[in-house]
């Protein structure tokens, strides 16, 4: 929002890029239709006992999202965690937990 009620349209990335111990990376072919991937490596510490300790996992998340209207979009996308196995005892096995992600955004003029 600008002064007096004036409505600024926001800039939009086309294509963005941004890794450290993670990875984010979005993309919009269309205005109205993104992709989103991310990646985050996450290691366990001590506190997490140890059968989890010293070890890591890898968090996938994959969405894609279509602006229906200026205040109406919708999204579905994935969500994979591969972590390390409770019932491992060499500590080389993982387990994959997936997920699936279905969403519903409504901006109000409240935010």
């Known amino acids: 929002m600008g002064h007096r009620g004036e409505v600024h349209p926001e800039p939009r990335p086309r ?48 969405t894609a999202r279509y602006q229906l ?17 409770p019932a491992d005892v060499t500590g080389t096995a993982t387990r994959n937990d997936p997920t699936v992600l279905v969403n519903l955004d409504y901006r109000t003029v409240l935010f």
């Open 15 to 62: 294509l963005g890029v941004r890794l450290v111990d993670h990875l984010s990376l979005d993309l919009r072919p269309l205005d109205k239709l993104s992709f989103n991937l991310q990646w985050v490596y996450d290691r366990y510490s001590t506190s997490s006992g140890p059968a989890f300790a010293g070890q890591g996992g890898n968090i996938w998340w994959v």
């Open 69 to 85: 209207t200026r205040p109406l979009a919708v999204g579905a996308g994935v969500k994979w965690v591969t972590n390390p196995s």
